[in-house]
């Protein structure tokens, strides 16, 4: 019986542990003078350390989500944008 409740006890206190990650999450906006969204913008993380480079392109609201990255010293750029005719 003894054992049993053991058992509970370690089974009870997993879900803890499934839930943590080691990692880090950037999530943001491209926005322009006027404050709307911008579609289609070229976002660029860069851990410092390893050089690694993560590219992303926003959404139609100009938001952009980079999970799962590693939590180091990251650069984060966006490229100019050219003026649309």
């Not at 053991?6 to 997993?14: D, I, P, S, V």
Request: hydrophobic content about 40%; charged content about 20%; glycine content about 10%.
């Amino acid at each position: 019986m003894k054992r049993l409740v053991l058992t509970l006890l370690f089974f009870l206190g997993m879900h803890h542990m499934w839930g943590q990650v080691v990692g880090a999450s950037i999530f943001g906006t491209v926005k322009d003078d006027t404050g709307a969204g911008l579609p289609e913008a070229s976002v660029t993380i860069k851990n410092i350390e390893t050089g690694s480079e993560r590219k992303l392109i926003t959404d139609d609201a100009g938001r952009h989500a980079a999970p799962s990255i590693s939590p180091n010293r990251a650069s984060y750029s966006r490229a100019p944008l050219c003026p649309r005719p």
